[in-house]
């Protein structure tokens, strides 16, 4: 019993002792967190001055997504034996040009996925790795400085698919107008003439227009977040068919040495690919602009990052 009731009153002591170690060490804690913060901050402050200083201005990163596997004899599935894999990577880069009374940003964003499915049972299947997401996207904008916040600009822009129609569809926007920069990360881009070239196979379908490019982007890096937000419009003057729009965004958090984990989701509307698919690839040719079912198109891809 004795030896009992000793046990007891040692272990409650230890305890006692553990909880009372664990308080001070979080008091300890409490203040350099504190330092922490504050440093951080004389840092961002710092970064932001460097950021604004004129010259060139460069830098990348992004996501890599990937997923491998193998099954054999697993029956409760309908393929008990196969290799599957998913493979998807994007690129967001940008060099930037800041000088007193210009600006010039290029910027590319690429997105490519590869997806496959191998039944080992059918021999006539493709076991091959083929193109699921396919965006490519670079763009060119000139400002001459009106004041530090307005410029009149020129602007280029080129969205295409690489992987397996290349330029089939293409377009390329080349315009002139204004661009506002109400704060140092967001810059947006109002061209009321603007030209947007579309090349294709299916004349048919897709035409070049004449309408009013807007973009709007937000490129932002705090610490170890890289984030960028892109939105891309064009409204035509001849017919809405001929509008479209894409909405592009990237995260990535930094953990170890450029090596984190990314986030990217993109989003459209398109009428002529819509109406496109339907008529060259499903088959619908008695299909038109008026009957077409627009869907939202959208992906999105979640893995490891890299940043330059």
Same mark, same amino acid.
């Given at each position: ?16 002792? !553990? ?5 001070? $060490? %979080?008091?300890?804690?409490?203040? %350099? ?6 440093? !951080?901050? +004389? ?31 697993? #029956? ?12 998807? =990577?994007? &690129? ?9 009374? *210009? ?40 400002? +001459? ?12 822009? *080129? +969205? ?10 293409? #377009?390329?926007? &080349? ?12 810059? &947006? &881009? ?14 048919? =379908? ?13 490129? %932002? ?13 064009? !409204?035509? #003057? ?29 989003? +459209? ?12 690839? $499903? ?26």
């Amino acid at each position: 019993m004795k030896k009992r009731l000793l046990f007891v009153f040692c272990l409650f002591g230890a305890l006692y002792i !553990q909880a009372q170690t664990e308080a001070e $060490l %979080k008091a300890e804690q409490a203040p %350099k967190k504190d330092s922490i913060a504050a440093i !951080q901050g +004389r840092v961002d402050a710092l970064q932001a001055q460097i950021d604004a200083l004129p010259g060139w201005k460069t830098g990348a990163f992004g996501t890599i997504g990937m997923n491998l596997s193998n099954f054999s004899n697993w #029956y409760a599935q309908g393929f008990p034996n196969n290799s599957s894999g998913n493979i998807g =990577i994007t &690129v967001n880069a940008f060099a930037n040009l800041k000088e007193d009374k *210009f600006f010039w940003r290029n910027a590319a964003n690429v997105n490519f996925n590869w997806v496959k499915l191998d039944d080992k049972d059918n021999p006539d299947d493709d076991d091959s790795f083929r193109a699921a997401t396919d965006v490519f996207n670079i763009s060119s904008l000139y400002g +001459r400085k009106l004041s530090e916040k307005f410029a009149i600009s020129a602007l280029a822009e *080129f +969205r295409t698919t690489v992987l397996n129609n290349f330029n089939d569809p293409g #377009y390329l926007d &080349v315009g002139v107008g204004g661009t506002w920069t109400p704060i140092p990360d967001l810059v &947006v &881009v109002i061209h009321p003439l603007n030209y947007n070239f579309v090349f294709s196979s299916a004349d048919d =379908i897709f035409e070049s227009s004449a309408g009013a490019k807007i973009v709007a982007d937000y490129t %932002k890096k705090l610490g170890a977040v890289n984030f960028k937000s892109n939105l891309s419009m064009f !409204q035509s #003057y001849k017919s809405s068919d001929l509008s479209n729009w894409t909405w592009i965004n990237s995260f990535a958090y930094t953990l170890w040495k450029g090596i984190g984990v990314g986030l990217d989701f993109g989003l +459209r509307s398109n009428k002529q690919e819509a109406l496109n698919y339907s008529v060259n690839t $499903l088959g619908n040719t008695g299909e038109t602009f008026s009957s077409v079912d627009n869907e939202l198109q959208t992906y999105w891809l979640f893995g490891l990052s890299y940043a330059l």
